[in-house]
């Protein structure tokens, strides 16, 4: 029996979904949330985890292979480990992964494994108190890297997301370098992107892969590692420590012409880029509980995807509809 698959206009085979659960989240991220007039989306018009699943289901007959859970913060919803393990069990997934803030993993790690996640993704934007404090809202490190440390010691794989900021961590890239190989942990640098509160950080902004690359040049040197199947789009380094870190250039040096992805926010839209605010309105035919009609709605999103974000020409001023929160990342 052959595998489904599922291509866009251009050929592009859809493989990844990345499902918000809920925009809620118990950080104040300040390049993610507005500082002001924040609403949260109404309980009602948040997709229920039944019209999740059944979502998850129609993309998987398609042929999605990958389901990434995210927020919001995701371990903030009540029975988000029944639905990890729930996809998981689906026939057809390969893998199932969650991204997190790591503030509730402690408590979550054990169930998180037991519905067969293999590995996570944390958010870690600095390793010095204070910093992290200022953009997290207030909230403390230590309670994140106590939750990595006991991911790790229960068999969990961890990843770290760091967003690269100009002229606000940047220069914490070298110490990331030393985090990664002390702590054997993949640590991601993601340039900078202006979604959300990109007012505030226009005189920081966007430091580009290849800069980054010659901050850690100037300490390591490094070569390209190959990546696995199903891996994202960072390209991955050994440094000459022996740590393990990749860069993601959404802005620098997007990888449009391979993207293998689709995303659902906790409402039910079906966005077929992070950098674009096309979507179309799932909700109606997912609510419906008709199959069809939701494998429908998805093949006509396909037909929004471009060939490529036009970010740095058609939205770098004017912002976006939607925060990272209300997007799911």
């Known amino acids: 029996m052959s595998t489904p698959k599922i291509t866009d206009k251009f050929g592009r085979e859809i493989r990844y979904l990345r499902i918000s659960i809920t925009d809620r ?3 104040r991220c300040r390049y993610c949330m507005p500082i002001h007039d924040f609403n949260f989306i109404p ?3 948040i997709l ?3 019209e999740m699943m059944l979502a998850v289901e129609v993309f998987v007959e398609l042929g999605v292979r990958k389901v990434r859970v ?3 913060e995701p371990l903030v919803r009540r029975g988000v480990d029944v639905f990890l393990e729930k996809i998981g069990k689906l026939e057809g997934i390969e893998e199932v992964t969650i991204t997190t803030n790591g503030s509730l993993l402690k408590r979550h790690a054990d169930s998180i494994k037991a519905a067969g996640i293999r590995r996570i993704n944390v958010s870690l934007d600095s390793l010095k108190e204070e910093r992290y404090a200022a953009i997290t809202g207030g909230f403390g490190m230590a309670q994140i ?4 440390q006991y991911a790790k010691s229960i068999g969990l794989g961890v990843k770290t997301n760091t967003v690269a900021i100009k002229n606000f961590n940047h220069d914490e890239i070298l110490d990331f370098c030393e985090f990664a190989k002390e702590n054997d942990i993949n640590v991601r640098f993601i340039e900078f992107m202006p979604v959300g509160n990109f007012d505030e950080w226009k005189d920081t902004g966007t430091i580009t892969g290849k ?3 010659e901050i850690i040049g100037t300490k390591y040197k490094y070569e390209e590692i190959q990546k696995d199947k199903l891996a994202g789009p960072a390209v991955n380094y050994r440094l000459s420590n022996g740590a393990k870190i990749g860069i993601i250039t959404p802005i620098s040096n997007h990888f449009c012409a391979d993207c293998d992805k689709l995303r659902i926010t906790a409402d039910g839209k079906l966005r077929p880029c992070l950098l674009s605010d096309a979507e179309i309105d799932l909700m109606p035919a997912i609510r419906s509980g008709d199959r069809e009609a939701v494998r429908r709605e998805i093949i006509n999103g396909l037909h929004l995807k471009e060939k490529e974000h036009h970010l740095m020409s058609e939205h770098r001023d004017e912002g976006f509809k939607r925060t990272m929160s209300k997007i799911g990342g």
């Open 43 to 45: 309980h009602p018009n």
């Open 25 to 27: 989240c118990n950080f």
């Open 211 to 213: 800069e980054i690359l």
């Open 48 to 50: 229920s985890y039944e």
């Open 145 to 148: 890297l106590e939750g990595i």
């Open 70 to 72: 995210t927020g919001g």
